[in-house]
């Protein structure tokens, strides 16, 4: 039994005209007569009480006409579906983001997707950029907001945000009086870092350019995540190179300070699976593109 079985005997059903139907069909009339009849052998049961005047559903046609219009209304929405899903309009995104990812630009971009694409679930994940990498080799994510390097060949990425280092500090720290910083005012000096075990090489440049003055500031806590890390530079507990983003942020106790020229900026990548052909993945990471081209020419246009 098909599809078109149920579409030719609904028709029938619908006008008890075999006539009629199969106008509607676009049938020649013995054609359909042929075809519900077919389907009668095959169900092994009788549709159709058939007179030269009228035509009336059997008992059994009447409990078949309920479940085929069921199993149509079903399957014209499992072709919408399968439509919508190849657009990109339907299914599920997996994303995994580092917490200082999450931007103004994150933001917009999450905004703009649900706006045009509301029937497909996002899912976030708060991760560390290794274990990012981790999950998008494994297939537990659709992408991943992280920093550099990626490193694996299986995996593409492009880059959605370049921002300056900053120094965070206390308030009372002596190096937030002094009008400018040099690298060798960081000797003997204790670092809040992430722990080495989630931060990705974050500190690599900021410890070469102080090894390159002579300073040697130390670790004097860990943290697993950016915001404890700002809330114990706050409490006093050290000093750290952060991204800009955070600068907007409000907290007793917490001063930014510019850090010495040299370094590059801070990267974050958008990285997913080389060669996936999901149409979500596609749209979320046109998306992407179009917000941080728009995000760029504003920020030139306010220079």
Known sequence: M??????????????????????QLHLAQPALSSQ???????????????TTRVVRLTQAGRVFRDDARKLLVSAAQAEQRAKRAD?????????????????PLLADVLRRFHQKFPGVQ????????????????VGELDAGLLRPPVGFPELDYKTIEES????????????????RIEWKDF???????????????????FLAACGEAGAKPFPAQYAHDIQTKLWLISAGFGIAPTSV????????????????????????ILAWRRGEDSP????????????SLEANRNNRASI
């Open 164 to 179: 300056t280092q900053i120094l965070a500090l206390p308030a009372n720290h002596q190096l937030a009086r002094k009008r």
């Open 245 to 268: 983003t955070f600068a907007e942020m409000k907290r007793p106790g917490l001063a930014f300070r510019p850090l010495p020229p040299g370094l590059p900026p801070v990267q974050t």
């Open 280 to 291: 979500a993945l596609k749209q979320f990471l046109l998306c992407f593109k179009t917000v």
């Open 187 to 205: 000797h003997g000096e204790g670092l809040v870092m992430i722990h080495p075990s989630r931060q990705h090489r974050y500190y690599d440049t």
């Open 36 to 50: 519900v009849k077919a389907l009668e052998e095959h169900l092994g049961v009788k549709l159709f009480e058939r």
């Open 87 to 103: 657009q990109g309009l339907v299914g599920s995104l997996r994303i995994g983001v580092i917490s200082a990812a999450a931007t």
């Open 2 to 23: 098909e599809l078109r079985h149920l579409r030719y005997f609904m028709a029938v059903a619908e006008t008890l005209n075999f006539r009629r139907a199969a106008e």
């Open 122 to 137: 996002l899912v976030l994940f708060d991760l560390t950029s290794t274990e990012q990498l981790h999950q998008l080799r």
